[in-house]
């Protein structure tokens, strides 16, 4: 059986947070459902100033997490 979880925040870190901390607790099945505010996940292999243009993200209030 999948449990499903739906969060009713918009925040990027804690969305982050809480599918990690989820996936370190067992091998149950999740599906998790949320919407952020705009935002903007650098990968742990991606550069930051490669992909995003950090001038236009802060003008335009998009998050980098």
């Not at 099945?29 to 952020?36: E, G, H, S």
């Not at 996940?41 to 997490?65: F, N, T």
Request: aromatic share 12%; net charge negative.
């Amino acid at each position: 059986m999948i449990r499903c979880i739906y969060s009713p925040f918009t925040e990027i870190y804690f969305h982050l947070a809480a599918e990690e901390y989820l996936l370190k607790q067992g091998n149950e099945d999740i599906f998790m459902l949320w919407q952020d505010t705009p935002s903007v996940v650098i990968g742990k292999h991606q550069r930051l100033r490669s992909e995003v243009d950090q001038e236009w993200a802060e003008r335009e209030q998009v998050h980098i997490a």
